[in-house]
């Protein structure tokens, strides 16, 4: 079992950057794969980045490469999404999910913890 904690989700004009945060307690963090996912309205819930459970391997949607990093503390057991240059089309709840495995996770049926999500938005 883990428990998912987001904070950093508001408001932003276009080109600013903000840093999203999801605090894990209940198991060993190091063993889970975490992902970053994002639903904007009408759309169904898709990934924005994700992360193994030893930092060294990530995954960008090719919407957010080159503008979103996303990180891991596994002694602070929280995984970050930085984003920067954020566009009117960043726009969406993000959701903070983790599953004890190794590798990637890439789809919502694959997650089996989930955050509560946090609303971004951002303004033009």
């Known amino acids: 079992q883990v428990q998912l904690a987001e904070s950093g989700g508001g408001q932003v004009q276009a080109g600013g950057s903000l840093r999203l945060s999801c605090a894990a307690s209940g198991q060993t963090f190091s063993k889970y794969a975490m992902s970053w996912f994002r639903q904007a309205p009408g759309k169904e819930r898709e990934i924005a980045a994700a992360?193994?459970?030893?930092?060294?391997?990530?995954y960008y949607d090719d919407s957010v490469e080159g503008r979103f990093t996303i990180s891991r503390d596994n002694v602070k057991n929280t995984v970050y999404l930085q984003m920067n240059s954020l566009k009117p089309e960043d726009t969406a709840v993000y959701f903070c999910a983790a599953r004890l495995i190794e590798g990637l996770v890439l789809s919502p049926p694959e997650i089996v913890y989930w955050g509560q999500g946090t609303q971004v938005t951002v303004s033009s």
């Open positions: 992360i193994d459970r030893t930092g060294a391997i990530t």
